[in-house]
């Protein structure tokens, strides 16, 4: 069978006999393929901004006295957002790690999905700062929703999709964020007129660092990995990710909860 790795050893037992045994370790090698990829990975992603960040430090540790203040001032700059996107990325794996170390289901908590979603929606225009049209469309008896969950990890997932749209949805662009009802359950949206993604690249858009445009998502201060943490968050909330888009129209990104996972009853709510 393809990609099927065995072990085989002989064991003795008995009066110096020798028993053969071999064992299925496919899947142990897929994990430590996986667990060398993954560092290489993070030391790549490090490494990049912290090469930039020492040759801007030479150059002013060996040019000082000659720089203009204002070209020593660039540089200064330039080094400075190159160490906050090695913070964001480190912030972002020990999300990840926390994640996966945790609790395996999320906490459960009362969250009362309308004033979460208007907080979003707010954080999302902010973020634009008025270079999109973004909008909240709440439908299908949504009306007092609870959602059973952690809501700071649902807070993150979503303001993770919305602030994916703003980055990748050109000025002028509409950002729609919606709550609805489907089938039992809910579902929370967020569409967008944005680049759009080829088919091809949908099926590992959720894997860490796997990016369809690297220099677009870095220059727009991604770390590769906001859909992992939100494919992760979901799952500990029973939900799903489902993706949707049109390469050039723009992209629609849903979380999906199961009935189980909303609540009617507000006592006791927080938010
Ligand atoms: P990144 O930090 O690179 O945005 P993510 O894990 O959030 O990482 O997303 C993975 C990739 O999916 C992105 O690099 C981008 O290519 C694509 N992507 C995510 N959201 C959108 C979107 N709304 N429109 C177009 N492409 C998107």
């Known amino acids: 069978r393809p990609g099927l790795t065995l072990l085989v050893q002989a064991v003795p037992f008995g009066d110096g006999q020798k028993m053969i045994v071999s064992r299925d370790i496919s899947q142990l090698e897929k994990l430590e393929t996986m667990r060398r990829d ?37 540089y200064l700059r330039l080094a ?24 395996p289901a999320a906490a459960e908590e009362k969250i009362v999905v309308g004033p979460l979603l208007a907080d979003i929606a707010c954080d999302t225009e902010l973020l634009s700062g008025g270079r999109h049209d973004v909008s909240l469309v709440v439908a299908g008896g949504s009306e007092g929703a609870v959602l059973l969950g952690s809501g700071k990890e649902l807070r993150s997932a979503f303001a993770n999709l919305a602030s994916n749209a703003v980055r990748y949805t050109p000025d002028g662009g509409q950002i729609r ?49 906001g859909l992992a943490i939100v494919k992760h968050i979901l799952s500990r909330h029973d939900a799903q990710l489902h993706i949707e888009s049109e390469y050039g129209k723009g992209s629609r990104f849903s979380a999906r909860f199961p009935a189980a996972r909303l609540a009617r009853d507000r006592s006791a709510v927080r938010n």
């Open 177 to 225: 964020l919606i709550w609805q009802r489907v089938g039992g359950g809910a579902e929370f949206a967020v569409e967008d007129t944005g680049i759009g993604i080829e088919a091809r690249h949908l099926p590992r858009l959720t894997e860490r660092f796997y990016r369809v445009d690297r220099g677009r998502s870095r220059e727009t201060g991604g770390t590769g990995l």
């Open 38 to 74: 993954f560092i290489a990975n993070v030391s790549h992603e490090l490494r990049t901004p912290l090469t930039v960040v020492i040759g801007f430090l030479e150059t002013l540790i060996d040019g000082h006295e000659d720089l203009e203040p204002a070209e020593a001032m660039r």
């Open 80 to 103: 400075f957002e190159q160490s906050c996107r090695m913070q964001f990325l480190i912030e972002d794996l020990l999300t990840l790690s926390a994640l996966e170390t945790g609790a």
